[in-house]
């Protein structure tokens, strides 16, 4: 019997999946490269597509939209209309467009479409990801679920949770009083919460509430759509790259004053050894991610990384933390070795790394 590779069962299950097109420009490819392996069916304008589901009964609706980014961009005011639309407000939505355009991209987010490829692109890495959307779909609608469903789960070992407990409780003791007056001069800087809650994605896609100091304004997260777009040190680095995973903002103006000198110091990472004492993630490991970001992480190549703990340090820090030439994929391949390869040894070599490492000059 032979073994199956990685992409075995895009090109054996997803025969069934239906896909909805619109569009001229990338039509030949689309339907040379991906029609024998999905049922689709091709519009030429966006109307002819909004007229074909107008059509569709609750039996026959496509399970993904992939349509082109028309001329006069009337693709963004019709994912608007399928959002209000009871029947169709949930199908998986794609966007392809021939030309690269940092507005295009940042509608998208703003939109929330499942994902945006700019042409050229791989069209077996599409492939992938369609039929990726279309599983994840019907497994759980969300990441929290999904954790249920991982294959392979990480147990902590009892040595790993010990050092955590041992360096996380008398670290967060001999803290509070430094705890206490970041707290007072946070409250003093700027309006706002002292803490800063945001929902990561730590080990086996688990969900769960990561604590910083604030460090930022209070409407940092509504703008991070544009300056993901215009500010990411970790922006697509090849030629046709649909979008980077990570997002990480040069020179980022949302951050306060005081929170300059509390991310120089790293004292804004220190309500998370509270995460560490609950068991949400450990001293050293790959950092837990936002959910935008570990959305983008589900091929079968990286979401490895998520099959290894999460941490408040580890390679990366270590190792390239704020030097600009440092790339996407470099950072993801330390994080794969990492949840390969971890052990006692290498999480006492990290920590003692980790002491130089915050007196880099970073500007990211």
């Known amino acids: 019997m032979t073994n199956k590779t990685a992409t075995d069962w895009n090109e054996n299950s997803n025969s069934q999946i239906r896909i909805a097109y619109a569009g001229l420009e990338l039509k030949e490819l689309v339907a040379n490269d991906l029609a024998s392996y999905f049922r689709i069916d091709f519009n030429n304008t966006i109307k002819e597509l909004e007229d074909y589901l107008g059509d569709q009964s609750i039996l026959t609706i496509p399970d993904i939209i992939l349509v082109e ?53 791989s069209t077996s890495d599409l492939r992938e990801r369609l039929n990726f959307l279309v599983k994840f779909k019907l497994i759980k609608p969300k990441l929290i679920e999904l954790s249920k469903e991982v294959d392979i789960t990480y147990k902590m070992p009892f040595g790993k949770r010990f050092l955590d407990l041992f360096i996380a409780g008398g ?56 300056m993901a777009v215009d500010n990411n040190q970790y922006a697509a680095e090849e030629e046709g790259s649909a979008k980077a995973a990570f997002v990480k903002i040069k020179n980022d103006p949302r951050i306060t004053k005081l929170g300059n000198f509390l991310r120089g110091s790293s004292l804004d990472e220190l309500p998370q050894l509270f995460n560490i004492i609950r068991g949400d993630m450990s001293v050293v490991g790959n950092r837990p991610l936002p959910v935008y970001e570990a959305e983008m992480l589900t091929s079968n190549e990286w979401s490895m990384r998520f099959l290894g703990p999460a941490g408040l340090t580890g390679l990366w820090q270590i190792s390239r933390r704020g030097k600009e030439d440092m790339s996407e994929r470099e950072r993801k391949k330390l994080d794969n070795f990492y949840a390969q390869k971890y052990s006692l040894w290498l999480d006492l070599k990290i920590i003692i790394g980790t002491v130089p490492a915050l007196f880099q000059k970073e500007k990211v």
């Open 69 to 121: 980014v028309d001329k006069d961009e009337e693709c963004f005011a019709l994912v608007d209309r399928l959002r209000h639309n009871f029947l169709l407000n949930g199908l998986i939505i794609v966007m392809l467009s021939t030309k690269k355009d940092k507005k295009q991209v940042q509608k998208a987010m703003q939109l929330k479409l499942h994902d945006f490829y700019t042409y050229p692109f």
């Open 171 to 226: 670290m967060f003791i001999c803290l509070l009083p430094v705890m206490a007056l970041v707290a007072i001069a946070i409250k003093l800087d700027s309006r706002g919460p002292i803490f800063y809650k945001s929902k990561r994605v730590g080990t086996g896609y688990k969900v769960f509430d990561f604590y910083k100091f604030r460090s930022m304004r209070t409407d940092a997260d509504q703008l991070l759509a544009q």
